[in-house]
C-alpha cells in the first residue's frame, strides 16, 4: 500500500496505479491456499510400528500417569497396610484414584475424537478407559475399607457408594462395597445378588 502512494505522488499515472493495486488485492485472493500452504507445510509422517522403550514409557510403573502407575501406587499402599501404616495408605491410594480417574478420562476423551474415524482405535481407546475405571474403582474400595480402619465413616461411606454406582451390585466388587456400607450402618437391608 505504501509503494502504491509513493508511485501516486512520484507522477506515474493514476491508471497504472490502479491495476496495480487491483494485482496486489486479487494475487492473494486467487491463491488463498497457495500462501497458506507454505506457511503450514509440514511433512507427513507414519507412527512407527515398533514404537522404542523410550516412546513407552507411559507403560512402565515408574511413569507418572497411566493404569501402570496407579497400580504402582495401590502396591505401595498394600505394603502400607500390611504394616498398619494407614496415613501412608490412604495417601498412595488418594493418589492413584487420581491418576487412573485422569487416565481414564483422557482414554474416553481420545475415543471420543476417533469415532466415524478409526473403529479400532475407539474401540481400543474405551476398552483402555474401561480398564482404568476399573482399576481405579479398585483403589476407591481399598480407600475406603482403609477409612473404615482409620474409624472415618465419613470418607468411607462417599467412596462406596461411588463403587457401587460404578460397578453396578452385580458385580463382585459392587456387591463388596454395598455389603460394606451395610456393615457400615449406611444402608438398612442387605443385598444379595440371585443365584447366592
Do not use: C, W
Request: proline share 6%; no cysteine.
Amino acid at each position: 500500500m505504501v509503494s502504491l502512494m509513493k508511485a501516486l505522488l512520484s507522477g506515474v499515472s493514476p491508471k497504472a496505479v490502479a491495476i496495480a493495486a487491483a494485482s496486489a488485492i486479487a494475487l492473494p485472493m486467487a491463491l488463498p491456499h497457495a500462501t497458506s500452504a507454505q506457511s503450514i507445510d509440514v511433512p507427513e509422517t507414519q507412527p512407527p510400528t515398533a514404537a522404542s522403550g523410550a516412546a513407552r514409557a507411559v507403560e512402565q510403573s515408574n511413569s507418572p500417569i497411566g493404569i501402570a502407575a496407579g497400580q504402582s501406587l495401590m502396591s505401595q499402599a498394600e505394603s502400607a497396610i500390611s504394616s498398619q501404616n494407614y496415613t501412608a495408605a490412604a495417601q498412595n491410594l488418594v493418589e492413584a484414584r487420581k491418576a487412573l480417574n485422569d487416565v481414564s478420562t483422557y482414554y474416553q476423551n481420545l475415543s471420543g475424537v476417533f469415532v466415524g474415524i478409526d473403529s479400532r482405535v475407539t474401540s481400543d481407546l474405551r476398552d483402555l478407559a474401561l480398564e482404568a475405571a476399573q482399576v481405579r474403582d479398585q483403589a476407591s474400595y481399598q480407600l475406603a475399607v482403609v477409612y473404615r480402619a482409620q474409624s472415618r465413616p465419613d470418607l468411607a461411606v462417599p467412596l462406596l457408594v461411588e463403587v457401587v454406582g460404578s460397578q453396578q451390585p452385580t458385580r463382585s466388587l459392587g456387591q463388596q462395597a454395598y455389603q460394606q456400607l451395610y456393615e457400615l450402618g449406611f444402608v438398612g437391608i442387605p443385598y444379595e445378588a440371585p443365584g447366592q
